[in-house]
């Protein structure tokens, strides 16, 4: 019987030590995270007023970043690297106490913000402004631009 009691209190112990809220009892960690699996860098990221990247600290390809946030809603802004403005076509929701994340692929739909009607694919609206990279394989090295591989 005391192993039972002792098996009890030990998971009661566990749940309540996995439970976190501020003094007010309320819960905490409310976060997005924004991954950037696209072709191309990103700047000006912004959600419900968190900037998340800008011109001087872009988010790379292949690379996230995660801030806390206040619950909300609101559409995704980002441009690419020159001037096009877009934004994500769904708002997206963060609710008191989630952590979140979004991810930024090639075949996501977008609209480019100052033309509404504009709904497209990023890869294909953001190639307009910064084309995708052209490789030519060579045997035993492929060549992009000016960089080449062995």
Do not use: H
């Amino acid at each position: 019987m005391k192993k039972i009691f002792a098996i009890g209190a030990l998971i009661m112990a566990l749940v309540l030590a996995g439970c976190t809220t501020d003094d007010d009892g309320s819960d905490t960690g409310t976060s997005l995270k924004i991954q950037n699996e696209t072709f191309i860098d990103l700047i000006d990221i912004t959600w419900s007023g968190a900037s998340f990247a800008s011109a001087d600290k872009p988010l790379e390809r292949g690379k996230s970043k995660t801030m806390s946030v206040e619950e909300g809603q609101g559409y995704i802004y980002f441009k690419g690297k020159n001037t096009l403005v877009g934004r994500t076509q769904e708002l997206f929701t963060v609710s008191k106490g989630e952590q979140k994340t979004f991810v930024f692929l090639d075949n996501l739909l977008i609209v480019e913000k100052d033309n509404p009607v504009s709904v497209g694919l990023l890869k294909d609206i953001l190639s307009k402004e910064s084309p995708l990279p052209q490789l030519t394989w060579f045997g035993s090295w492929i060549r992009n631009n000016d960089t080449s591989y062995t």
